[in-house]
Nanobody, 126 residues
């Protein structure tokens, strides 16, 4: 069982930055591929960014490319999403997810992720 707890959400101005963190309670964090998803009311949860078990392979949604950076620290069981140049359309609930996989091919399908956090809200003002 993996428990994931997100933090760092809040209110930001357009053009600003936020850092989201996800802390994992698990014995072998390094065996998990990690991802960030986001969801707005009435829409499906959408992939934002993900990385493989050692952080060498990353994948970003087109909306995140060039603005967001995902990273992980396996010694601290954490994954971070650094968001910059924020836009009002980035407003959503952001979820951290874990997938038990040593593959270096990062999945962007929410169905492939086994564990989810409770989410953290991000609001970007115009």
């Amino acid at each position: 069982q993996v428990q994931l707890v997100e933090s760092g959400g809040g209110l930001a101005q357009a053009g600003g930055s936020l850092r989201l963190s996800c802390a994992a309670s698990v014995r072998l964090f390094s065996q998990y591929q990690m991802g960030w998803f986001r969801q707005v009311p009435g829409k499906e949860r959408a992939f934002v960014a993900g990385l493989d078990w050692n952080g060498r392979s990353t994948l970003y949604a087109d909306s995140a490319k060039g603005r967001f950076i995902i990273s992980r620290d396996n010694s601290k069981n954490t994954v971070t999403l650094d968001m910059s140049s924020l836009k009002p359309e980035d407003t959503a609930d952001y979820y951290c997810a874990a997938r038990a996989s040593y593959s270096n091919i990062v999945s962007q399908s929410r169905d492939d992720y086994d564990f989810w956090g409770q989410g953290t809200q991000v609001t970007v003002g115009a």
